[in-house]
């Protein structure tokens, strides 16, 4: 199947952002405006990326903590109703969350309830989006899952817990997380980010520091993954996880905030250099 190309899309993605920016940067607000200008199929792409913060949030409301994150699709009440009576979820995620709420119904019998609902959660999310996503979120999918779960596995060393109890999902990458005894786990030549994960993880004295530099990994993988799209649906999800980056960070610290939305800029000016040429 072509994919479909959204040149004036693309050409135009610097301005979302300026216009997000002059009212306060809302992520949301790009995401709603990106959609309208989607066929069906890639707006399910979209809501299928921006349902990881929904699975967040979800998880969240679950535990009883109050935190909240709006990148999702759906509302704090909404998810409140999902998690009651799922009908909005893709029906991968919302088989947890009727496995959990029935431990002895149907849906239980193909999801392991012994696990965190958390795990669970996230674990049918990544699967999702590696059979049912496009070849960018396939690929980001992957990556995220390892990035986390590398992230996670070297806390949980640092703090004597076992690893297994940290990690989402199945694999060669997550067993290897979990029975190697190495400083990087056996994963230097599988994973090209290691390194900086583990200096970043080490810089406990600054936690948003740490956060920041793991960021950067994610924000330059993005663009790694869409390298040579212009302007398909990779190239718009791409972008995406930028934005969603940048929201993040102009809520955690807004002059980091200001920082990567001066370098999404100065990304989407070599978008419109490109566009200029097509048109």
Not at 9 to 21: K, N
Not at 38 to 52: F, G, K, M, P, S
Not at 98 to 105: D, F, H, L, Q, S
Request: aromatic share 8%; hydrophobic share 45%; charged share 30%.
């Amino acid at each position: 199947m072509f994919a479909t190309n959204y040149y004036t899309l693309v050409a135009g993605l610097r301005e979302y952002a300026l216009d997000a920016d002059t009212k306060g940067f809302d992520a949301q607000a790009i995401v709603g405006e990106i959609i309208e200008a989607l066929t069906d199929r890639d707006a399910r792409q979209v809501r299928l990326l921006d349902a990881y913060y929904d699975c967040e949030n979800l998880a969240a409301l679950r535990a009883g903590r109050s935190a909240f994150v709006p990148l999702g699709n759906l509302t704090r009440e909404e998810l409140a109703e999902e998690l009651k009576r799922p009908s909005r979820l893709p029906e991968e995620l919302a088989r947890v969350v009727r496995a959990y709420n029935e431990p002895e119904g149907e849906d239980a019998e193909t999801v392991d309830t012994t696990r965190a609902f958390e795990k669970s959660l996230f674990a049918a999310y990544y699967a999702l989006c590696e059979r049912k996503g496009c070849r960018f979120l396939r690929a980001w999918a992957v990556f995220d899952r390892n990035l986390r779960n590398l992230t996670a596995a070297l806390t949980a060393r640092a703090l004597g817990r076992p690893v297994e109890e940290a990690t989402v999902g199945e694999g060669d990458v997550v067993d290897q997380l979990q029975r190697s005894s190495a400083a990087d786990f056996g994963l230097r030549g599988e994973l090209g980010y290691i390194d900086a994960v583990i200096a970043a993880v080490g810089d406990e004295a600054n936690l948003v520091e740490k956060e920041r530099r793991i960021d950067l990994i994610r924000w330059n993988e993005a663009l790694e993954l869409a390298t040579f799209d212009y302007f398909d649906i990779n190239a718009v999800l791409s972008y995406l996880v930028r934005v969603n980056i940048v929201a993040r960070w102009t809520l955690l610290d807004p002059a980091r905030g200001r920082e990567m939305f001066a370098r999404l800029l100065a990304e989407l000016d070599g978008k419109e250099r490109i566009a200029e040429q097509v048109r």
